[in-house]
């Protein structure tokens, strides 16, 4: 079992940054690949970033490369989201997953079997 706690989510103005964190709890995470989704209203969830556990491999989706990095402390079992350059459409509930590692597509939402419960980002114009 992974239990996942999000933190780092707020409003702020379009062009600013945040910093997401996600920390994990659970035996055996160097097994594990972790991820950030987020959802907007009225959308369906979709895959920001993953990053791989036991070698650093990182993925990040087209709309948010060159402006969002994720980043892990092992020794915290934390993850991080940075965002920077933020626009108005990255307005969502930003939730971390975890999944056994997998060759299954690192955007496949139901590949990752835990969830934390959300954190909120808004970005007004």
């Known amino acids: 079992q992974v239990a996942l706690v999000e933190s780092g989510g707020g409003l702020v103005q379009a062009g600013g940054s945040l910093r997401l964190s996600c920390t994990a709890s659970g035996r055996g995470l160097g097994s594990y690949d972790l991820a950030w989704f987020r959802q907007a209203p009225g959308k369906e969830r979709e895959f920001v970033a993953m990053l791989r556990w036991i070698d650093g491999n990182k993925s990040h989706a087209d709309s948010v490369k060159g402006r969002f990095t994720m980043s892990g402390d092992g020794s915290k079992q934390t993850v991080f989201l940075q965002m920077n350059s933020l626009k108005p459409e990255d307005t969502a509930v930003y939730y971390c997953?975890?999944?056994?590692?997998?060759?299954?597509?690192?955007?496949?939402?139901?590949?990752?079997?835990?969830w934390g419960q959300g954190t909120q980002v808004t970005v007004s114009s």
């Open positions: 997953a975890a999944r056994v590692r997998s060759l299954a597509s690192v955007s496949l939402r139901r590949s990752y079997a835990y």
